[in-house]
């Protein structure tokens, strides 16, 4: 995911800069409104993290002028947190708010969040990664020129996975998501699943796709080029 942080003070900048890194986001910053706005119109991102209190231009100013020509979801990130500030800003277009101080992992799951709603709600008939091609209409997955043969149930947490590639899914958000049921520490069905759905996509090809994070739950990671 490439993400776009506006932020005039360069300590917090680099923090998120850093912070979103780390969590295999591709980050650009611009450290003005003018700059901001320029970039978010030139280029292409999953998402903007944007400060109210900007030089050159507010940030009000580069939501309005954004939202003129594209719907790039933005989270409005600010030391401004009376309430008719947030009712400013969202009613300017913002579809989040985040206040300073504020908690750096509460930042990217609200990131992560505006992406999956944004992706979700874009008309697609195909979700991709790499090679991998699974098509929605069709109820179809191929790897290169090879068909894959899914369940009905494997079919749905291969999706899941594309729906939020490079992001590392816990145990219990799939468990929840897939089988709609509540996370059990004892169940075994999750490894099972997977352990099928891997042998299926990745064994045969390089590179791999489907990785386990030790402790914590499995991503599916877009091949770099």
């Known amino acids: 995911m490439k993400i776009l942080i506006i932020e005039d003070e360069q300590k917090v900048s680099s923090f998120l800069r850093k912070g979103f890194e780390e969590e295999l986001f591709t980050v650009d910053t611009a450290h003005d409104g003018e700059e901001g706005l320029f970039l978010a119109l030139t280029e292409e991102y999953d998402a903007i ?3 109210l209190m900007l030089p050159k231009k507010s940030g009000l100013q580069v939501l309005a002028e954004l939202r003129k020509e594209k719907s790039t ?20 277009g913002a579809d989040d708010y985040l206040t300073k101080p504020f908690a750096l992992a ?3 799951a609200r990131v992560r969040s505006l992406v999956r709603r944004s992706q979700m709600d874009k008309p697609t008939n195909t979700l991709t990664a790499g090679d991998l091609v699974l098509d929605l209409i069709q109820h179809t997955v191929r790897r290169r020129d090879v068909t894959i043969d899914l369940t009905a149930k494997e079919f749905k947490l ?32 999750l490894d099972v699943y997977m352990t099928r759905l891997r042998k299926k996509v990745d064994e045969g090809f390089d590179p791999k796709l489907i990785h386990t994070v030790r402790g914590v739950g499995y991503v599916l990671r877009e091949p770099v080029e």
Do not use: M
Not at 73 to 90: F, N, R, W, Y
């Open 49 to 51: 993290v944007l400060d």
């Open 73 to 92: 979801p933005v989270l409005i990130l600010t030391a401004k947190g009376q309430l008719e500030d947030k009712v400013e800003g969202l009613n300017a």
């Open 106 to 108: 509460e930042c990217i």
């Open 158 to 189: 291969l999706e899941y996975l594309l729906r939020n590639k490079n992001a590392v899914l816990t145990r219990s958000a799939i468990i929840e998501h897939i089988w709609d049921i509540t996370f059990d520490s004892e169940t075994n069905v």
